[in-house]
């Protein structure tokens, strides 16, 4: 199993992601360890974060929301995302493929 924080499952992206909820804006932070770390504005609350993230990461990779499928660490701050047939990939993930 791959320990990189972001690579291609065939035409998926698998991001490994540590999350910083509660940040003064949406940000993808850059290489945290061996994961991504993604700032994200709302809380950790009822889902919240998962469904912020969920809208972010749609919106930065040009997908449809059911296209970011949080595949791991649902209640956590680790996470690991699969993102279906991706149409952009924002420059710091770009970096790390």
């Not at 970011?68 to 991706?86: C, F, M, N, S, Y």
Request: net charge positive; proline share 6%; aromatic share 4%.
């Amino acid at each position: 199993m791959s320990q990189q924080a972001a690579y291609l499952d065939g035409d998926d992206l698998i991001l490994r992601l540590y999350i910083q909820p509660k940040a003064s804006r949406d940000q993808l932070v850059g290489l945290h360890g061996d994961e991504v770390k993604v700032a994200i504005t709302a809380p950790p609350v009822d889902g919240k974060a998962n469904a912020h993230l969920t809208k972010y990461l749609s919106k930065q990779f040009k997908v449809a929301k059911g296209q970011v499928d949080i595949e791991k660490g649902e209640l956590g701050r680790h996470k690991q995302v699969r993102i279906t047939a991706p149409k952009a990939i924002p420059e710091p993930i770009q970096a790390l493929l």
